[in-house]
């Protein structure tokens, strides 16, 4: 997938992520280690929830694209772009995430500096104090 991007010779990592009010309502602004991320919905059409949209952002024109996932639909997108779930009001969200690197786990140059966050500072709990602010 993306040989133009990742090459021929790709590597992946999977995970799942699941968002509900109790627990982790959302995520900050970030980037993904990945050259390329696949995002899958896996709630079933059964299982509503509220809030929880994904908002893309493109800081060279300072503009934000926001994705509400419906059961069962997807997102691809290059791992370098900046991006946050929303805060989930009701209902439980859950997702399989899926990176796609190059040879040897490498990603292609961004132009960005990347920074280590750990999970304390990357996922919002309902308790923390809301900021526009992401430090990375």
């Known amino acids: 997938m993306f040989p133009e991007i990742i090459g021929y010779d790709s590597q992946s990592f999977g995970f799942s992520i699941h968002y509900q009010p109790n627990t982790d309502t959302s995520i900050r602004p970030h980037t993904d280690a990945s050259s390329v991320t696949l995002n899958v919905n896996l709630n079933t059409p059964e299982e509503l929830f509220s809030g929880s949209a994904v908002n893309f952002y493109d800081t060279k024109q300072g503009l934000t694209k926001e994705h509400i996932f419906k059961s069962g639909t ?63």
Do not use: C
């Open 74 to 136: 997807a997102v691809i997108h290059r791992g370098h772009v900046p991006h946050a779930a929303q805060h989930i009001t009701s209902g439980s969200r859950s997702n399989f995430v899926f990176w796609l690197f190059g040879d040897k786990g490498q990603m292609p140059p961004q132009g960005i500096e990347r920074k280590a966050v750990d999970a304390r500072l990357r996922w919002s709990m309902p308790s923390d104090e809301q900021d526009n602010y992401s430090p990375f």
